[in-house]
């Protein structure tokens, strides 16, 4: 796999990007542009799918479910999917550079998690559905009187993959192969903020002859857009969804009348517990991990540490001065941090940095927005930011801001510590730092998250369940979870 550099052109520069359809790629009717949050220029135009090309996707879909899709046994199905993932390698140069033309990502995150897990998520799904087995239950006698149940598990019909902005691809195909290799058939919908990396699966499924129909592509919107018309169509039967915990109550509401299978991942408030007898290093490490990477733009990141109070004013110290010295760039420029997505959400993580402020907080570092001097000042950078001293009933403390920020408060008794932990809307995931076992186990356990890290923070097996509780999601993905989503179960009861 060769690394891009920044001579690799973006692969839709001054281009139309188009939908697929049935096979087909379409370009029609209304465009958007795609804007790249370094320097904020125009990079691409976007097709826009309105009501009646998603209409003529879902029924593509729904013809592929009729077709030669249909007839492919489950091996023949995972060597499609695995060919899907040895494509991406092939064109990986051509993924990262789309990926981070989109979002402004460094070049070592998307090279090294964004791309390789999206080929990763295709051959992952390929082995466990290989390796799927079924139920069986017996109501006989022993002379073999009575009856047989067995269990067959049938494609769930046309899903619908909504997918947001932050990870790209990882998302998208880690919703595209499960359902695939369950055999259904695909409608998927980019983020309308990064529509590149998801033309060039498309691109990849014409390559690898997926049957037309079976993948489909539309770009577009949500409210009044593309996401709604899918959302609300009749014939889309599951819907699976990643985005933030407000949209899913919208889709929830718009997939109501037709009682589609929903699978949510939505937004997070995390929690990392800091106890004094943790790895002072790995801790401080950790924390800057799980509070700044991809900008403080992950689903996962914490957003609130609590730090037991022996520890807590050196851990701030520590973690403002490593805080202090990322470097801020563009994606080839070896830089820490990225811009954020767009100019708007910028507005949005800005408008906490002011309220932390007005909520009576102390910004320890950042806050603010750089300077550069050239063209990266069009563009969407900001502040990695620390703020203490907030109250725990502020806004600041309780919703997700989803930047490069987090707010410190100091904790004095294990029972604090997870009531603090606990005490909110979101329910996603939690980090726990703490070199004594038995804490390490009674904590992690206590806290009310799909997902809990104890000395590390996302570290990922893809057999394991993955989803929030609470405001964070309905539902869980991965390994068999996803299997199971994606399928419909059905018992066949045969008399003896
Ligand atoms: P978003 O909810 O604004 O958008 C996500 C997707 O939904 C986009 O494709 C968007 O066009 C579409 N959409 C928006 N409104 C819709 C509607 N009414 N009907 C149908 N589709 C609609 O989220 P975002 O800003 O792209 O992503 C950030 C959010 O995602 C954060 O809240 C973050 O925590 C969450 N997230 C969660 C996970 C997880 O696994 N739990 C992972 C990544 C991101």
């Known amino acids: 796999m060769r690394m891009p ?19 087909e790629f379409v370009r029609q009717g209304r465009t958007f542009d795609n804007v790249n949050p370094v320097n904020g220029v125009v990079l691409a135009t976007v097709t826009e799918a309105d009501a009646a090309l998603v209409d003529r996707a879902v029924q593509a879909a729904r013809g592929a479910l009729r077709g030669p899709w249909a007839r492919l046994s489950t091996p023949e199905r995972c060597a499609l999917l695995r060919k ?17 033309a989109d979002t402004g990502k460094t070049l070592q995150q998307a090279s ?20 799927r087995g079924s139920e069986c239950f017996e109501m006989g006698t022993p002379d073999g009187r009575g009856a047989l149940n067995y269990s067959v598990h049938k494609p769930v019909g046309v899903v619908a993959v909504i997918a947001p902005w932050n990870l790209p691809f990882l998302l998208m195909t880690w919703k595209v192969a499960p359902a695939l290799a369950c055999g259904n058939a695909v409608v998927a919908k980019p983020s309308e903020e990064t529509p590149s990396s998801a033309a060039l699966l498309a691109q990849v499924m014409q390559e690898v002859g997926m049957p037309p129909g079976v993948f489909n592509l539309v770009h577009g919107f949500g409210p009044r857009s593309t996401g709604e018309a899918l959302v609300s169509h009749p014939d889309v039967n599951a819907i699976a969804f990643t985005g933030e915990s407000a949209t899913g109550s919208a ?12 699978s949510f991942e939505l937004g997070g408030k995390n929690a990392a517990v800091v106890f004094a007898d943790a790895d002072f290093e790995a801790a401080v490490g950790g924390t800057m991990r799980s509070v700044f990477s991809n900008c403080g733009q992950v689903c996962l990141c914490s957003e609130r540490v ?12 520590a973690l403002a001065q490593r805080a202090r010295r990322l470097k801020i760039g563009g994606p080839y420029e070896g830089a820490d941090l990225g811009p954020l997505i767009s100019r708007a959400h910028r507005e949005k993580v800005l408008s906490y940095y002011r309220l932390a402020r007005e909520e009576h907080g102390e910004i320890v570092c950042g806050g603010g927005v750089p300077s550069f001097g050239d063209e990266r000042d069009r ?45 909110t809307r979101y329910g996603l995931a939690a980090a726990v730092w703490t070199s004594n076992l038995q804490r390490a186990h009674r904590v992690a356990r206590q806290m009310e998250v799909g997902i809990a890290w104890v000395n590390d923070w996302y570290l990922r097996d893809l057999r394991t369940p993955f989803g929030g509780v609470k405001l964070s999601g309905i539902g869980r993905e991965g390994g068999a979870h996803s299997l199971a989503f994606f399928s419909e179960p059905m018992n066949i009861c045969v008399k003896l």
């Open 5 to 23: 550099t920044e001579a690799d052109a973006y692969p839709f520069a001054d281009q139309q990007l188009p939908c697929l359809v049935g096979g």
């Open 84 to 100: 899907v993932a040895e494509r991406i390698e092939q064109r990986f140069a051509e993924f990262v550079s789309a990926e981070i």
């Open 112 to 131: 090294s998690l964004d791309i390789p897990r999206g080929a990763a998520n295709f051959r992952a799904y390929a082995d466990l559905a290989l390796t």
């Open 251 to 262: 889709i929830m509401r718009g997939a109501a009348d037709s009682v589609k299978a929903l």
């Open 306 to 317: 609590y730090v037991e109070r022996p520890l807590f004013a050196r851990f701030v110290e």
């Open 379 to 423: 563009g969407a950078f900001i502040e990695p930011t620390v703020v203490c001293g907030l109250a725990e009933g502020s806004r600041c403390v309780k919703e997700e801001i989803f930047g490069p920020v987090c707010h410190l408060a100091p904790f004095d008794s294990e029972d604090e510590a997870v009531r603090l932990a606990n005490d």
